[in-house]
């Protein structure tokens, strides 16, 4: 996206409404507000477009098992959509929905348009076709003669009257595209697969069907009441119908879209089927197709039959929605799959923000109340910090081009450059030795660099955390929008001289993951009690012989005391011990390790114990945990802590 440009369009794809809102969902409509709120505060005339995909036999089918009429089943989940989103405060400008009246018009014009060109015509359509993905495969395509290469479901032999999109007629301009476009699918190694799939050749496409009727209809004037649109030539119109194309054209000026911003899963459609309904609609080119890759739960795709789906409002419930907006963007790189975990979650608030940019703000609250009674003044940074400077903009000046190339985890990366910077300023000229030696010009100016530090990050950062950078800046007495961006980013200015505020802290330390696994939907939970999840858990492990940190953590292991030690008798393995964990007893453990040990090597020693253990029975005594130790042909040695330390004190 280049700044020559005066108008952002940015879309969403429109979610299915087979399923309600999980953190993939959140994921790409997230980013999108980020790339929507950066534009505008750039002073681009953006327009952010979401909503619901509401049409085709899956959604037919999925209100058919509830009991429900398609439209009354779309209506209840389209609002859960747009309800989140509210609820997320994602700044969209317009939700469309594919039942919406304008867009079935838009459609419609489009259709005819594209047929009276003759690039649509009638045939009869003999294939594989999968609900699930709404699409069309060769029987080559198929794995093993019947099941779809994408989402492995049965697929169905369709053999119907339909219309057919001359896609073949395409192939070498949209090779053209691609191949001039250096940018136009981004990241650039999808590009390359789709350059790949394109040059394999391309078939014509159906784009009607007669078996179901939810769905747009034809044009009336084609007389063809018993077919209904393909869903996807329908769903992707919305781009062009959310502006008006067909009917009222008054928001048509936005087209070509900046960035279609989607999921690695549906590219085909949009780097191929996309383009190509363009180009017959003699339209422009969008300028980018950005694909992100997908968020795994245990290292398995997350679906409601597995139990592991994220819920991303309870997240955001727990941890914070900007916590968790900052925790997507920078986790993950773009393009590739993550695996969701609250330890990362976790992670990145407690270091990323509250020690690296949390602390920053409280350290200067700190300063100026103690050396310049709150007042902070840009006088005199460039006389004793130009250096610091200098690298602050050198990180500044690289972020938006990562912004607009959708490099979202470098972006915050490099953005978090300023913030060491600024702390190891701190700790490099110590403003308190400053003071002590009268050097109190050299400290308030490094105060003043650290707030303007602190206010460039907070409106960097505004995109990723809106309401969390307006707190930032309210305390260092400024107001983030398309002005300050300007003075101090574009302008790099200096604040003026004002009195900093104190707020309450903006990331209060997380010490334990918050939710359990129930980010299930309710659905999910039933599942779960089939035990899914662990057969999930088991084959993650069997498959790769590889946990994930969330897995680890299940396992609590901490520190005991060996307080009391006995030979059990008639056992030749087994010493009994009494271990003080910390807790309002003792845990009596029975631990196999006579051959090595005596009880009296044990008592009062240290052990590492694994603590959440079911309690077992070994020779009729209850045991209420297990010792660590590392066994080789030499024999069995303990393991335990280098340094003494507290009963109790986890390991991990
Ligand atoms: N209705 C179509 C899109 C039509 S756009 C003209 C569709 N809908 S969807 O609801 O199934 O998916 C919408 C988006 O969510 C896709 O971009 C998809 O990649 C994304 N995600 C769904 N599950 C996901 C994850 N687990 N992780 C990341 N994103 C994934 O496809």
């Known amino acids: 996206m280049s700044q020559q440009c005066k108008k952002a369009y940015i879309t969403t794809p429109i979610y299915y409404v087979n399923d309600i809102p999980h953190i993939g969902h959140a994921y790409t409509t997230i980013i999108a507000d980020t790339l929507a ?40 989940i389209s609002k859960r959509f747009k309800d989140l989103w509210d609820e997320f405060d994602i700044t969209y400008d317009k939700f469309i929905r594919t039942t919406d009246e304008e867009h079935k018009k838009g459609v419609q014009v489009a259709f005819l348009k594209m047929y009276e060109k003759g690039d649509i015509y009638k045939d009869v359509y003999r294939g594989h076709y999968c609900i699930s993905c709404e699409a069309f495969f060769t029987e080559t395509q198929l794995v093993d003669g019947e099941y779809c290469p994408e989402c492995g479901k049965p697929t169905t032999i369709v053999e119907e009257e339909s219309y057919f999109f001359r896609l073949s007629k395409y192939q070498e301009p949209l090779l053209k595209w691609y191949k001039e476009n250096e940018k136009c699918i981004l990241p650039k190694t999808r590009r390359n697969e789709v ?9 014509d496409l159906s784009i009607t069907r007669t078996s179901f009727d939810w ?45 279609h911003l989607i999921g690695k899963d549906i590219l085909r459609f949009h780097a191929v089927y996309w383009p190509a309904f363009l180009m017959s609609l003699e339209m422009e080119m969008p300028k980018h197709i950005a694909a992100h890759g997908w968020w795994t739960r245990n290292g398995e ?3 409601k039959s597995k139990g592991n789906v994220v819920n991303p409002k309870e997240v955001a419930d727990a941890y914070g929605l900007e916590n968790f907006r900052y925790f997507m963007l920078r986790e993950v790189p773009f393009g590739g799959d993550g695996d969701f975990s609250q ?41 004793y910090y130009q250096n610091e400077l200098d690298e602050v903009y050198n990180s500044i000046d690289k972020l938006e081009p990562l912004l607009f190339d959708m490099q979202l985890h470098r972006y915050l990366e490099e953005l ?7 702390n190891k300023a701190i700790d490099q000229y110590k403003p308190w030795e400053l003071m002590k030696e009268n050097k109190e010009e050299e400290a308030l100016a490094l105060i003043g660099l650290i707030a303007n530090i602190l206010a460039k990050v907070a409106i960097m950062l505004h995109p990723v955390m809106p309401k969390t950078t307006n707190k930032i800046a309210s305390s260092l007495a400024f107001e983030i929008d398309s002005n300050s961006y300007n003075k101090y980013i574009k302008d790099k200015e200096l604040l003026p001289q004002f009195n900093i505020t104190k707020i309450p802290p903006l990331f209060p330390r997380i010490e334990e993951i918050l939710l359990n696994e129930a980010t299930n939907t309710p659905e999910a939970k039933e ?41 059990v008798k008639k056992s030749k393995k087994l010493l009994k011990l009494q271990v003080d964990l910390g807790e309002d007893r003792p845990r009596q453990i029975i631990a196999g390790i006579k051959e090595w040990y005596s009880p009296e090597d044990l008592t009062g020693t240290q052990v590492c114990v694994v603590a959440n253990l079911k309690p077992a029975k070994l020779m009729g005594m209850v045991s209420e945990g297990m010792l660590l130790a590392a066994k080789d042909s030499n024999g069995l040695a303990l393991i335990r802590p280098e340094l003494r330390k507290e009963a109790g004190t986890a390991i991990g």
């Open 416 to 422: 978090w450059k300023p913030l060491s910077i600024a």
């Open 37 to 76: 709120i950066y534009s505008r505060m750039a002073g681009l005339d953006t327009f952010f477009l979401t909503g619901t995909d509401e049409h085709g036999q899956k959604i037919e089918q999925a209100a058919r098992a509830r009991g429900k009429l398609p439209k009354e089943y779309a209506d209840e």
């Open 215 to 259: 769905g747009v209809k034809l044009p009336e004037s084609l007389g063809e009441p018993e077919h209904v649109m393909y869903v996807w030539l329908d769903a992707l119109m919305n781009y062009l119908t959310a502006l008006g194309y067909g009917t009222d054209e008054a928001k048509i000026d936005y087209w070509p879209a900046r960035v």
């Open 195 to 203: 350059i790949r799939f394109v040059e394999g050749g391309l078939e």
């Open 527 to 567: 599942s779960t009690k089939d035990k899914s999840k662990d057969k999930e858990i088991q084959k993650c492990q069997d498959e790769e012989g590889l946990i994930t940190i969330d897995q680890f953590f299940q396992t609590s292991l901490k520190v005991g005391t060996v307080i009391e030690a006995q030979e």
């Open 301 to 303: 795709k997350m679906s």
């Open 343 to 383: 330890k990362a979650l976790m992670d990145r608030i407690n270091s990323d923000l509250g020690n690296d940019l949390g602390n920053l703000l409280n350290r200067v609250i700190g300063m100026s109340s103690k050396y310049s009674n709150s007042k902070i003044t840009s006088e005199n940074i460039t006389k």
